[in-house]
């Protein structure tokens, strides 16, 4: 099936009879025969299903759904993003290990990789995500487990250079841990050039409503885990008698780890209720990221030529750093811009809020056009240092092209821009 088809089909095909919508199973638990029965599950709990904590119906279709999607071999769905990318991570470091990640990602993965998980001795290294393949080897310690990195940075719009990035990892026998956030598997597919496991907050495109905060991680399957260093995955676990992961699981051992062990101890499962409304979300997806692309072409156009900007980022853009990593990896630029209004912070703040149209929140990827300031909201947090190492211009506005008529959207710009 193509993309298309698989949001509206994959992950549920109800039988004779059966609703023809993903039903809401909104059920903590689930009943059992014997006591016999209950046993054999806590076994082995990929046979049924025992708790709605870290296994849900509802949750599975769209779990199924995503992984068909990303050309994976299973998913699981988390409470945020954040969520998943913590989880991602905890699933093969513990304290005392490290890992790399690109410079350019997220302000909330920032705050959770160089603050938070460095209380819990888990060191992060940080390298440019254009600096040279020497340069990221030569970052490597003997307990770095994977490398991380962003598809299309948030908020920077820098290309992730797959192909470099794998080869190092793969060279050192760790995986590629991808952020899919900002393209959705429509416009890439990771897996394809070589990353092991990606993550996604489902808070953005995937829901693309604005309704519900999720995540999301997906594992290929193609990661062979016995080459490197991970007692984890490969040794005993005894909070289940011992069981290996990759002797039982195969393929599998690391998604079913992070479920088994990190959402049964940790418990950040989405409701049935969330699931459902990004299944929803997910129905029109491919249709929506189509438009979004479109959309966003037309508005890059546009600021590009007015003399009141400064400088603007959309790898769309044939004049983009990006331009060439995007061609390669994307079938589109997504919704994203970020530009510099002439005049710097107050500059850019007196546009913002100029906008009629487009509101300004904390949130991008919204089905509507939205705004965000990230020196004063999304990155508050990081130093003057920081902000110019994550590519962050005081006087940088995100904007979150909606799916609007483009010419209205492009009006209010253009209003805001004369205020
Ligand atoms: C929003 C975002 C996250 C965090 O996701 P939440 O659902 O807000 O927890 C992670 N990565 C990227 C690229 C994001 O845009």
């Not at 769309?316 to 530009?339: C, R």
């Amino acid at each position: 099936m193509r993309d298309e088809t698989k949001c509206l089909h994959s992950g549920y095909t109800p039988k004779n009879a059966e609703p023809r919508v993903v039903p809401i199973v909104q059920s903590t638990t689930y009943v059992y025969d014997s006591t016999e029965a209950i046993g054999d599950v806590f076994d082995d709990p990929t046979k049924s299903l025992i708790y709605s904590r870290f296994a849900n119906p509802t949750v599975m279709a769209v779990e199924d759904k995503i992984a068909d999607l990303e050309g994976g071999i299973g998913a699981m769905c988390t409470s945020s993003g954040q969520a998943a990318t913590l989880l991602a991570i905890l699933n093969l470091c513990k304290s005392g290990d490290s890992f790399i990640s690109t410079t350019q990602i997220y302000g909330g993965t920032v705050n959770l990789f160089a603050y938070t998980m460095q209380k819990y001795e888990i060191e992060c290294i940080f390298v440019d995500c254009d600096a040279s393949e020497e340069e990221i080897e030569a970052s490597f310690k003997d307990n770095t487990k994977l490398i991380f990195g962003e598809t299309i940075a948030n908020p920077g719009l820098n290309v992730l250079d797959f192909e470099k990035l794998a080869k190092i990892a793969h060279r050192r026998n760790v995986p590629l841990i991808v952020d899919n956030t900002f393209a959705t598997p429509i416009l890439c597919k990771p897996f394809e050039y070589g990353a092991d496991i990606i993550v996604h907050s489902t808070s953005k495109y995937m829901d693309g409503h604005a309704l519900q905060v999720g995540g999301v991680i997906i594992d290929s399957g193609n990661f062979d885990w016995s080459s490197g260093d991970f007692p984890e995955i490969t040794g005993p676990d005894m909070s289940y008698k011992g069981i290996i992961y990759t002797d039982t699981y195969g393929k599998s051992a690391y998604i079913i780890k992070a479920r088994m062990q990190l959402m049964r101890d940790f418990g950040v499962y989405p409701s049935a209720h969330s699931a459902f409304l990004l299944n929803l979300g997910l129905e029109t997806m491919a249709l929506r990221m189509e438009r979004y692309c479109e959309n966003a072409y037309k508005v890059a156009k546009y600021l590009e030529a007015s003399d009141k900007i400064e400088s603007i980022s959309y790898p769309g853009l044939e004049n983009d750093k990006y331009y060439e990593l995007g061609q390669k990896y994307l079938k589109g630029a997504s919704g994203v811009i970020t530009f510099n209004v002439k005049g710097g912070k107050a500059a850019a703040v007196k546009f913002m809020d100029s906008l009629k149209l487009a509101s300004n929140e904390v949130h991008v990827a919204d089905i509507r056009t939205c705004v965000l300031h990230p020196a004063s909201a999304t990155h508050r947090q990081l130093t003057d240092e920081q902000l110019e190492a994550v590519g962050i211009n005081p006087g940088m506005v995100r904007l979150s092209v909606g799916l609007e008529h483009v010419d209205d959207i492009i009006e209010d710009i253009s209003q805001a821009i004369r205020s």
